[in-house]
C-alpha cells in the first residue's frame, strides 16, 4: 500500500482481554507487523498478581528499533491509578539488545511480560474497575518514531478479606499446686475470640 494503514480488531478468547493492531508499510503491500496486548485474568483480589503480555509479530523486512512501552492503569473515570499497583518486568523474548535499547528483527514474534501485583489501596472495601494500557514506540526506517497506543484492557479487582480478632482470656488460671501432696484438680482455661 502507499500509505501506514491501522486496522483494530477486538475480540475476546475465554477471560483473555486480546487487541490486535495492524499496520502495512508504506514499503510493500499487506500487513508488516500486529501487537497484541493481553492480560492473564479479568478478575483479581488486590495483594495478589497477574501477568501482562504483550505480543509484537514483526511481518516486515525492515527491523523496528528502539523498541519501548509504558505500561499505565487507569480508574473507571480515566483518571491515572499506577500508584495502586506495582508493574515489573519479567522477561524479553525474541528481541535482540542494542545498547540501551531493544529491537525487533523482521518477521519476528517478540513477547515482553510483566508481573503486577496489586496495592490494598486499589479497592479498600468493594470491587473496583480498572482499565489497563499504554503506548509501544519503536522506530522505522524512513520513518522516525512512531506510536501506538494500546487499547485498555478491563481488570476487576476485589479487596481481598480483612479479619481483626481480638483475644479474651481470664488473668487467673487454677490447677494443681505443686509444693503440696494433694492434688487439685486442673479448672478449664476461658478463652474467648471476637473476629470482625
Known amino acids: 500500500c502507499k500509505q501506514c494503514k491501522l486496522r483494530r480488531r477486538y475480540r475476546h478468547i475465554q477471560r483473555y482481554s486480546n487487541m490486535y493492531l495492524e499496520y502495512s508499510s508504506p514499503a510493500q503491500d499487506g500487513v508488516c507487523a500486529s501487537v497484541r ?15 501482562a503480555t504483550l505480543e509484537i509479530n514483526n511481518g516486515d523486512t525492515s527491523t523496528l528499533t528502539d523498541v519501548q512501552v509504558d505500561l499505565y492503569v487507569f480508574d473507571s473515570i ?21 545498547g540501551g535499547s ?11 511480560k510483566w508481573l503486577i501485583a ?6 479498600p472495601s ?4 480498572y482499565s489497563i494500557g499504554g503506548t509501544l514506540r519503536y522506530t522505522l526506517p524512513g520513518q ?8 485498555p ?36 482455661f476461658v478463652l474467648g475470640v471476637l473476629i470482625n
Open 78 to 98: 480515566g483518571l491515572d491509578s499506577t500508584e495502586n499497583f506495582v508493574i515489573s518486568l519479567q522477561s524479553r523474548a525474541n528481541m535482540v539488545q542494542n
Open 153 to 188: 484492557q478491563p481488570i476487576y479487582v476485589s479487596p481481598s478479606p480483612l479479619l481483626t480478632m481480638d483475644y479474651f482470656y481470664q488473668r487467673d488460671i487454677e490447677g494443681d499446686d505443686p509444693f503440696t501432696e494433694q492434688i487439685e484438680p486442673a479448672v478449664p
Open 126 to 129: 468493594s470491587m473496583t474497575k
Open 37 to 51: 496486548l493481553q492480560l492473564s485474568q479479568d478478575v483479581s483480589l488486590t495483594r495478589e498478581a497477574f501477568e
Open 144 to 151: 522516525g518514531e512512531l506510536r501506538t497506543p494500546l487499547y
Open 102 to 112: 531493544y529491537d525487533i528483527p523482521s518477521t519476528n514474534n517478540a513477547k515482553i
Open 118 to 123: 496489586i496495592l490494598p489501596l486499589a479497592a
